[in-house]
């Protein structure tokens, strides 16, 4: 990769702790700048982030995401200001309001105005890490006589939200430091990046400021056929098991009738049916899988689109943690 290459840590909760921090501590070693810990239905991010600190000496490290249901926002401002003041390089904070799959299933809590709360709480958020008195009085959160007991951060902490469709993406670029993007091909960025740089104008801001990540499931392996397999399975489970956003987003991106299809083959237990159009149709315009050099090919098209700042290396959830590291080692060589 010509980037400076970031790391998503797997989704799939891996045979304990120490797996995780060994990764981690293993992308240190290979030149990885960032690590991104996701909060799905493994180990939360937060205790995991917190570990890793005592392992690695430099790297930066981020959420993404923790969602906005499940903490409040002056818990995740507290939560951002003491993984800061332990992360031994820069740290950020990536929220954003997931989906009714995971806080209505999952956390049994009403998905409700996902984008107003997503503000709010970034709002809220800057507010309570400035280190100063909140008082705050929005449509969904209000907040009096709030401060931080412990210092401030020197610098303040930035913000990155989540989103995949259009006013996602515009709010992200109206209140976030940073946005993060998930299963999107070269034309859907194109795309979204006009939403992030409008909702950008609106707020006042320039877009050039505000730092554009994109998640890419990625696997190589020596087996070709099967590292393009686990991440078409990989692909296959979000857009037929994850709710409706993921298939609504890549719907929307062009691919119309092919997700229907896909969807529609998956939810019915036609899943090798489902997995096959995805290797054939979709799988090289939203993933890099196959041998090394595929993988890296791939990457570098996307890293040529204007307007992406970094890619983190993410991986598909039925990989082996051999064939997790062995795709960590072989993008940067």
Same mark, same amino acid.
């Given at each position: 990769?010509?980037r400076?290459?970031e790391?998503h840590l797997?989704?799939?909760?891996?045979?304990?702790?120490?797996?995780?921090?060994d990764?981690?501590?293993?992308?240190?070693?290979?030149?990885?700048?960032h690590v991104w810990?996701?909060?799905t239905?493994?180990?939360d991010?937060?205790s995991t982030?917190a570990?890793a600190?005592?392992r690695v000496e430099e790297?930066?490290?981020?959420t993404s995401i923790?969602?906005v249901?499940?903490?409040?926002p002056?818990?995740l401002g507290?939560?951002?200001?003491t993984?800061?003041?332990?992360s031994p390089?820069?740290?950020?904070?990536?929220?954003g309001?997931s989906g009714?799959? /995971?806080i209505?299933? $999952? %956390?049994? *809590?009403?998905?409700e105005?996902?984008?107003r709360r +997503? &503000?709010e709480t970034?709002?809220?958020i800057?507010?309570?890490?400035?280190?100063?008195?909140?008082?705050?009085?929005?449509d969904?959160f209000?907040?009096?006589?709030?401060?931080l007991r412990?210092e401030?951060?020197d610098?303040?902490i930035?913000?990155?939200?989540?989103?995949?469709?259009p006013?996602?993406?515009?709010?992200?670029?109206? /209140?976030g430091?940073? $946005? %993060?993007? *998930?299963?999107?091909t070269p034309?859907?960025l194109d +795309? &979204?990046?006009?939403d992030?740089?409008r909702g950008a104008?609106?707020?006042?801001?320039?877009?050039?400021?505000i730092?554009?990540?994109?998640s890419m499931t990625c696997?190589?392996?020596d087996?070709?056929h099967r590292?393009?397999r686990?991440?078409?399975?990989?692909i296959?489970?979000?857009l037929?098991?994850?709710?409706?956003?993921?298939?609504?987003?890549?719907?929307?991106?062009g691919?119309e009738?092919v997700?229907?299809?896909?969807? +529609?083959?998956?939810?019915s237990?036609h899943?090798?049916?489902a997995v096959?159009?995805i290797?054939t149709?979709l799988?090289?315009?939203?993933?890099?899988?196959?041998d090394?050099t595929?993988?890296?090919?791939?990457?570098?098209?996307?890293?040529?689109i204007e307007?992406?700042?970094?890619?983190?290396?993410s991986?598909?959830r039925?990989a082996?943690p051999?064939?997790?590291?062995?795709?960590l080692e072989?993008?940067v060589?």
């Amino acid at each position: 990769m010509r980037r400076d290459p970031e790391v998503h840590l797997p989704v799939a909760a891996q045979p304990n702790i120490e797996t995780t921090l060994d990764f981690i501590e293993r992308a240190e070693d290979l030149g990885y700048g960032h690590v991104w810990a996701p909060e799905t239905w493994g180990r939360d991010a937060v205790s995991t982030l917190a570990a890793a600190t005592s392992r690695v000496e430099e790297i930066g490290l981020g959420t993404s995401i923790l969602n906005v249901y499940a903490r409040s926002p002056a818990l995740l401002g507290q939560t951002a200001v003491t993984l800061a003041e332990l992360s031994p390089g820069p740290f950020r904070l990536g929220i954003g309001p997931s989906g009714p799959a /995971v806080i209505e299933s $999952w %956390h049994g *809590l009403a998905y409700e105005h996902p984008l107003r709360r +997503t &503000r709010e709480t970034a709002e809220i958020i800057r507010a309570v890490t400035s280190g100063e008195v909140v008082d705050y009085d929005g449509d969904i959160f209000s907040l009096e006589g709030f401060r931080l007991r412990c210092e401030a951060p020197d610098e303040p902490i930035p913000v990155d939200v989540a989103g995949m469709g259009p006013k996602a993406v515009e709010l992200a670029g109206f /209140v976030g430091d940073g $946005w %993060h993007a *998930l299963m999107m091909t070269p034309d859907g960025l194109d +795309t &979204r990046l006009q939403d992030l740089r409008r909702g950008a104008k609106k707020g006042g801001r320039s877009a050039d400021a505000i730092r554009v990540t994109l998640s890419m499931t990625c696997c190589a392996l020596d087996d070709a056929h099967r590292a393009r397999r686990l991440v078409a399975e990989h692909i296959g489970f979000y857009l037929g098991s994850m709710g409706p956003f993921y298939a609504r987003s890549l719907a929307g991106q062009g691919y119309e009738e092919v997700v229907e299809e896909i969807v +529609t083959a998956w939810r019915s237990d036609h899943r090798a049916e489902a997995v096959e159009r995805i290797e054939t149709e979709l799988l090289d315009d939203l993933a890099a899988a196959g041998d090394p050099t595929q993988v890296r090919t791939n990457l570098e098209r996307f890293e040529a689109i204007e307007g992406i700042d970094r890619i983190a290396v993410s991986f598909p959830r039925g990989a082996e943690p051999a064939e997790t590291i062995r795709t960590l080692e072989s993008i940067v060589r």
